[in-house]
């Protein structure tokens, strides 16, 4: 699923595509890695990317995406990835397929889980996958969107204005606190890549259809989707409920700076009570 989405993790532990120029080659024989595993991690919580992710694949479900088709055969789906992956000059060894159900029965993520399967004896340095940089959503190119621009510098405007808070506004210190893990150079990069998924996702005719129809469509069991009665009672007295939490606040504030600030992205999120 990270194949190509640019999102890199704040640890190095979830494994996300390097940006540097040049191609980022898949090295491994890959039976395992699913969705459900990468995402469920507890080194996830950490990374405010993979929680937007979330987010926005949430958004998504309550209808803000594109609008609604016939379900695809996920086999269909992968040979249309395949495709897309070859006409941006990338390649996907003949010894490996995209699967559904990676991990087979018997297993804690059998039926949400995808992944690479060997299909023949695979070679001590082969290389299985090849992704060249068109094949990669990173900030350079997100950014020519107008909306996605703006989001940009909006959060731009507010960590300047936050850098002058007088030590007497307690309300603007407040709300800097808040979201100053939002403000920082890598979180206004995944926000903004954030922001040009959700409005690709609207975009029925999109060139990057055959990515964004594979990416997961629901985190329900993901703890920042969780109630927070239901947090509560599951990771009491622990770091995690902290980090989920301040997450959501920072999230929040995020949402409701953007929403106050610009019209169109209003307009792609509409509201925010479907992420609580």
Same mark, same amino acid.
């Given at each position: ?10 640890? &190095? ?6 940006? $540097? ?48 088709? &016939?379900?695809?055969? +996920? ?12 006409? #941006? ?26 992944? +690479? ?9 082969? %290389?299985?996958?090849? %992704? &060249? ?14 909306? %996605?621009?703006?989001? $940009? #510098?909006?959060?731009?405007?507010? #960590? ?13 210190? @407040? ?29 029925? @005719? ?10 997961? @469509? ?8 969780? &109630? ?6 599951? +990771? ?22 953007? #929403? ?14 479907? +992420? $609580?």
């Amino acid at each position: 699923s990270h194949v190509g989405s640019g999102c890199g993790p704040r640890r &190095p532990s979830i494994g996300a595509p390097d940006l $540097r120029a040049g191609e980022a080659l898949g090295r491994a024989a890959m039976g395992r890695g699913p969705v459900g595993n990468a995402m469920m991690g507890t080194a996830a919580f950490g990374s405010v990317c993979v929680l937007l992710q979330a987010w926005v694949m949430r958004r998504l479900q309550e209808g803000g995406g594109a609008p609604s088709a &016939p379900a695809v055969p +996920f086999a269909q789906q992968a040979d249309r990835l395949r495709g897309w992956l070859a006409e #941006r000059g990338g390649t996907l060894s003949a010894k490996v397929d995209v699967a559904e159900r990676a991990l087979g029965a018997g297993t804690a993520s059998a039926g949400g889980d995808r992944g +690479f399967v060997a299909t023949s004896d695979i070679g001590d340095g082969e %290389v299985l996958l090849s %992704v &060249p940089v068109p094949a990669v959503a990173h900030n350079a190119m997100a950014e020519t969107v107008p909306v %996605v621009a703006d989001v $940009r #510098r909006a959060l731009l405007a507010k #960590r300047e204005s936050c850098m002058e808070c007088s030590v007497r506004d307690l309300t603007c210190l @407040s709300e800097c606190r808040v979201l100053a893990s939002e403000t920082t150079e890598e979180a206004i990069g995944q926000i903004t890549l954030a922001t040009w998924l959700l409005h690709e996702r609207r975009n029925a @005719s999109s060139s990057w259809r055959p990515w964004l129809d594979v990416l997961p @469509s629901s985190f329900d069991g993901f703890p920042i989707s969780l &109630p927070e009665p239901t947090l509560r009672t599951a +990771f009491d007295g622990t770091e995690l409920l902290k980090d989920v939490l301040d997450v959501r606040a920072a999230w929040n504030a995020t949402h409701v700076l953007l #929403r106050g600030a610009l019209e169109q992205y209003r307009r792609l999120a509409a509201d925010y009570g479907a +992420f $609580r």
